[in-house]
C-alpha cells in the first residue's frame, strides 16, 4: 500500500471517535423534499432572536440539514458561557478519511473557542472515506461533483438562525481536504468567508476569482509526506509555492514580506502590505509532517510541532481580519 494511503487510514483510526452524540438538537436546514412547508419567519427573525438580550445558548453537539436532496451533518461547538454580542464562526474542516469529532480532538479548537467567545462548526464529508470536494481532493466527494460549497453556505445559515452569529466574522480552517477546501471557499464563498486559514493543504482549484481580497494564514511542514511541499504530480497537487504566489497576487501583496513569528521549528512570515486590508502569512514547520501544530496528531503522521499552535495563531489572525466594509 502507498505510503500515502497508510497515512490517510491510520490517520483516520488515531485518535477517539466519538459518535457525535452530544445533547442535540437539529439545527435548521433545508428541508427534505416531502416534508411539509414550513410558515416562514419574518426576514432575519431568527437572528434577532438568537441575538436578544438573556437569550439562551444551545447545547454543542451535532446538527443535520438537507443539501441538494442530501443529508449532511456537522458537529457545533458552542463556547462556554455567552459572549457580549454577536459572536465569531470559525469553520473547521476534517482531513480525507477522517470525521468531525477527530477534527476537534486534532485541532484542540474548542478549547480556544471557549476562551475566545466564539463557535466552532466541524463538518462532515461524504463518500467512504469520507471527503469533501475541493477540486483535486478527494475521494467520491470530489468524483460525485458534491457541492461543498453549498454546504458550507447551509452550515452558515442554519447556525445564524441558533446562535447570536457576527456576518463579519466567519472563517475557514481545516486539515489537509479540509485545507484544500478552505481555498476553495476564499475563491468562491468570499462574500461571506472574512478569512482562512488552511493546514497542510493547497489549492485544488484552476479558477479562482474571489470577489475581494482573502486573507490567508497557511501553515505547511516541510517534511509533509502526503501533500508535499513541491507538490504531487500524479494527484494534481500543486507546490505549495505554486499556491502561495497565487494568492499573494489575487490579495495585491506586495514585498517579500517580513518575519511574524519565529519560535523552534516554526516560523511564520506575513505580507501586510495587500489589497483592502487583506494580508497573507506563511508558516513553516522544520521537518514538521502532515500534521496540525500544537495539535493531538499521531505520530505517524509525522513531527507535530509544539513550537506553534496552530489553533491560537489562526485565532489571532481571524481576529485582525473581519470582513471588510464593501
Known sequence: MPRRAILLALLATAAPSPACSHDSSPASGAAPPDAAPATEPPPDA???????????????????????GRERRYLLHVPAGRPAGPMPLVLNFHGYTSEPAQQEYFSVMSEVADREGF??????????????????????????????????????????????VDPARVYSTGLSNGGFLSYRLACELSDRIAAIAPVAGVMGIADCEPGRAVPVLHVHGTADAVVPMGGNVTL???????????????????????????????TCRR??????????????IEAGGHTWPGGRMPAIAGKTSQDLHASDRMWQFFAEHPMPDR
Open 46 to 68: 431568527a437572528a434577532e432572536g438568537a441575538c436578544a438580550p438573556g437569550a439562551a445558548l444551545p447545547d454543542s453537539g451535532e446538527r443535520t440539514l438537507v443539501v441538494d
Open 119 to 164: 463557535a466552532v462548526a466541524y463538518p462532515a464529508g461524504t463518500g467512504t472515506p469520507r471527503g469533501f470536494n475541493a477540486g483535486v481532493c478527494c475521494g467520491q466527494a470530489a468524483a460525485q461533483e458534491v457541492d461543498d460549497v453549498a454546504f458550507a453556505a447551509a452550515i452558515i445559515d442554519a447556525v445564524g438562525e441558533e446562535l447570536c
Open 236 to 266: 494534481g497537487f500543486p507546490p505549495v509555492q505554486e499556491t502561495v504566489d497565487g494568492w499573494l497576487e489575487r490579495d495585491g501583496c506586495a514585498g517579500e514580506g517580513a518575519i511574524s513569528f519565529q519560535q523552534g521549528d516554526a
Open 271 to 284: 505580507w501586510s502590505s495587500c489589497a483592502e486590508g487583506s494580508a497573507f502569512e506563511l508558516c513553516l
